[in-house]
């Protein structure tokens, strides 16, 4: 069983579209995290949450809204998709924080906007 | 500003010999470092961790060292193997700075049959 899934694995849209990629963890964890890893391969931190709540917002443009319906899922939805969208995106989760336990990664979603 | 910094973007070892991985830091507040590793189209997984109360961590072949008054933590793989070869991530957190963990561009290694 995969602990981190995010679906989909690869995203190929058009400038001004909206769309989501989503994010479940059966671990258990009570902390879910959204990664960017940009053309530059520089892993940075988008959001954090932690149980349901939002803890980090780092400086993401507001077309960027997490969703967190429970602690075992934590959505990502994107409005206006501009070309410098274009990254691969992680979801990952921790119990306590990151110094509770350390992140366990998804596989990530490729994301290109054309 | 990027806090964490790897240097060197790839690295090339042969079997068997060891691989030394350098990473950078520059806020004085970090006191939690970690090693990931990723292979292709997989995400980063966790390799090895070490406090700032230690210099050294040791974990079968990987030993994380860390140099504070540098700044400076090396991972070093000895014996390496060609299952090694993967992107390795270094990391850093502070225990104030909240749910934040700041990571290095990456070092690719290719360990060599």
């Known amino acids: 069983d995969t602990a981190v899934s995010q679906t989909p694995k690869y995203l190929v849209t058009q400038m001004g579209n909206d769309k989501s990629i989503k994010c479940e963890q059966n671990l258990g964890h009570d902390t879910m995290y959204w990664y960017k890893q940009d053309s530059k391969k520089f892993l940075k931190i988008m959001f954090s949450?932690?149980?349901?709540?939002?803890?980090i917002n780092e400086t993401v443009p507001n077309r960027f809204s997490p969703k967190s319906p429970d602690k075992a899922h934590l959505n990502l939805h994107i409005n206006s998709l501009e070309l410098g969208d274009s990254a691969v995106y992680f979801c990952?989760?921790?119990?306590?924080?990151?110094?509770?336990?350390?992140?366990?990664f998804g596989n990530g979603t490729r994301l290109t906007v054309t | 500003d990027q806090q964490v910094k790897q240097n060197s973007p790839s690295l090339s070892v042969q079997e068997g010999r060891i691989s030394i991985l350098n990473c950078d830091y520059t806020n004085s507040m970090f006191d939690y470092f970690l090693w990931y590793k990723k292979y292709p189209a997989e995400g980063p997984t966790f390799l090895i961790s070490i406090s700032s109360i230690k210099d050294k961590n040791e974990d079968g072949r990987f030993t994380v060292f860390l140099n504070k008054s540098a700044k400076h933590l090396s991972l070093h793989i000895v014996p390496s193997q060609p299952g090694d070869s993967a992107v390795y991530f270094c990391a850093a957190s502070a225990r104030t700075g909240a749910n934040n963990l700041f990571f290095g561009t990456g070092t690719r290694l290719t360990v060599i049959p």
């Open positions: 990952a989760s921790s119990q306590g924080g990151v110094l509770g336990s350390p992140l366990h």
């Open positions: 949450y932690n149980n349901k709540e939002l803890i």
